[in-house]
T-cell receptor
Framework: AQSVTQPDIHITVSEGASLELRCNYSYGATPYLFWYVQSPGQGLQLLLKYFSGDTLVQGIKGFEAEFKRSQSSFNLRKPSVHWSDAAEYFCAVGPTSGTYKYIFGTGTRLKVLA | GAGVSQSPSNKVTEKGKDVELRCDPISGHTALYWYRQSLGQGLEFLIYFQGNSAPDKSGLPSDRFSAERTGGSVSTLTIQRTQQEDSAVYLC????????????FGEGSRLTVL
């Protein structure tokens, strides 16, 4: 069965520091991969997505992610974090084979120290 | 409206009561999803509608949960005989059919069962 693992429940970084959020997936074929961000009291907003081609994808708000097939990973990165990046981040895979179901990880909550 | 609209934004109910949660997707989006977000649990898939096809109900946790989509647009998620474990944020999302692309999320309906 398809699954998505985000091993870090909470991450705290200082403003201006670099950030990497981890995501591992289990899927038989080449997946479609996504990162979403959820600010407090808000719905989820798409940061970036990977379908095929260049394994380094750029997204909004200065985020990027790299697809590594050999590691079944799709980690999210940002070179310099801003206080406004404090939010919860979700990795997702989908739609999965034979259905249109998107599978989400449990999320990583990011705290940014001033 | 331009985005996915959900109502009510907050609902407090007593154990054993029935509740209805409404989702109005983006105009033209034929795919509609319901997810449940519980603290520390990530997003749990509940149900998926695609056009006139039979919905994928594989994520509904019990027969107390049901959903319908009228006229290929508005959807209602109904929870009968609510239990305290039903307390969560219920998120609705829509997308263009077959796009394998972005899900557009509403801000959610927060349900509290006392």
């Amino acid at each position: 069965a398809q699954s998505v693992t985000q091993p870090d429940i909470h991450i705290t970084v200082s403003e201006g520091a670099s950030l990497e959020l981890r995501c591992n997936y289990s899927y038989g074929a080449t997946p479609y991969l996504f990162w979403y961000v959820q600010s407090p009291g808000q719905g989820l907003q798409l940061l970036l997505k990977y379908f095929s081609g260049d394994t380094l994808v750029q997204g909004i708000k200065g985020f990027e992610a790299e697809f590594k097939r050999s590691q079944s990973s799709f980690n999210l990165r940002k070179p310099s974090v801003h206080w406004s990046d404090a939010a919860e981040y979700f990795c997702a895979v989908g739609p999965t084979s034979g259905t249109y179901k998107y599978i989400f990880g449990t999320g990583t909550r990011l705290k940014v120290l001033a | 409206g331009a985005g996915v609209s959900q109502s009510p934004s907050n609902k407090v109910t007593e154990k054993g009561k029935d509740v209805e949660l409404r989702c109005d997707p983006i105009s033209g989006h034929t795919a509609l999803y319901w997810y449940r977000q519980s603290l520390g649990q990530g997003l749990e898939f509940l149900i998926y509608f695609q056009g006139n096809s039979a919905p994928d109900k594989s994520g509904l946790p019990s027969d107390r949960f049901s959903a319908e989509r009228t006229g290929g647009s508005v959807s209602t998620l109904t929870i009968q005989r609510t239990q305290q474990e039903d307390s969560a944020v219920y998120l609705c999302a829509s997308s263009l059919a077959g796009s394998s692309g972005e899900l557009f999320f509403g801000e959610g309906s927060r349900l509290t069962v006392l």
